[in-house]
């Protein structure tokens, strides 16, 4: 069995990064959108790491950190480092690349001056992942997208505008609240999901 190496992402990488990044999307409730372009972190501290496996990249993960306290992050009593993205390939499951890129990301922001993580999904199988690793819960929230009522489609019509449907969040104890007062798409790919957060710290 190859070995699995966690280096730093290299611009040369990025072709096969946004393949890698197109296949774990794919099977994954993590993410609302396909990116054609690798994310830039300009203005902030980043760490961007890969699992490579016989040269080839199995899995990625970026994260940017806060300058201020609150800037991304659930927590706000010290600058921390928010997951955008993190994954790998399905067909090398239960190689523990999940934890070794978590592992490397820590040492990482260590060496930034860093000292928490806080990783946000709405995927199920990320979210018992976390809890396995003994990550600490620290919040909530529905993710939703709504056909706009008559009076704002209206509104939004008369500046020339035409809108298709909305994207939201609202706390879990709004929720219910929230679909009885709107059109609330249940389709997929735009069903509701619960995005959970978790934290580490070192």
Known sequence: ???IVIREYRDEDEDEWLRVHAIIMSISHAWNFVIQERPIYEGHQSTCLVAVCD???VGLT???Y???PGEFCWNKDSPGGYVLEFGRLPEYSGRNIGKMLIDATIEDAKKK????LEYWSQDRKAQRFYRRLGMREIGRYYRFYFKPDKELLNSFLEKGIALEWLYGGCMPEEWPNIQQKFDIIYKHPQEPHLCIGFEIRF
């Not at 001056?113 to 928490?116: A, E, I």
């Open 113 to 116: 001056g860093f000292h928490r």
């Open 66 to 68: 806060e300058n201020h």
């Open 55 to 57: 040269g080839k990249i």
């Open 62 to 64: 970026d994260v940017q």
């Open 1 to 3: 069995m190859s070995e």
